[in-house]
Nanobody, 122 residues
Framework: QVQLVESGGGLVPPGGSLRLSCATS????????MEWYRQAPGKGKERELV?????????NYAESVKGRFTISRDNAKNIVYLQMNSLKPEDTAVYYC??????????????WGQGTQVTVSS
């Protein structure tokens, strides 16, 4: 069994900052790619890929967040972070982490976090 627990969302004014965390625990052999997605209000079930970090710490970002968001990971603790600066109202969404891992049984799995609400508003 593997669990992902997200934290760090909340209400912040435009220009503010938040840091999201996603902790992975359970029967894990190795964590490969870790990602953050978001689902904005009024967009139905569409999730936008925000940021990616590989096992070798290569990163990639959506154009809309480049220069403002930073993804990082703590491999010892199996945690992925998303530092969000200069937040804009259009960043308002539910943010989800997504983890691609190899379990102790040798099989590959993909898991989603439960989601955390980020609201940017004055």
């Amino acid at each position: 069994q593997v669990q992902l627990v997200e934290s760090g969302g909340g209400l912040v004014p435009p220009g503010g900052s938040l840091r999201l965390s996603c902790a992975t625990s359970g029967s894990i052999l190795r964590i490969n790619t870790m990602e953050w997605y978001r689902q904005a209000p009024g967009k139905g079930k569409e999730r936008e890929l925000v940021a990616t970090i590989t096992s070798t710490a290569d990163t990639n970002y959506a154009e809309s967040v480049k220069g403002r968001f930073t993804i990082s990971r703590d491999n010892a603790k199996n945690i992925v972070y998303l530092q969000m600066n200069s937040l804009k109202p259009e960043d308002t969404a539910v943010y989800y982490c997504n983890v691609d891992l190899t379990a102790r049984n040798g099989r590959a799995y993909m898991y989603w976090g439960q989601g955390t609400q980020v609201t940017v508003s004055s």
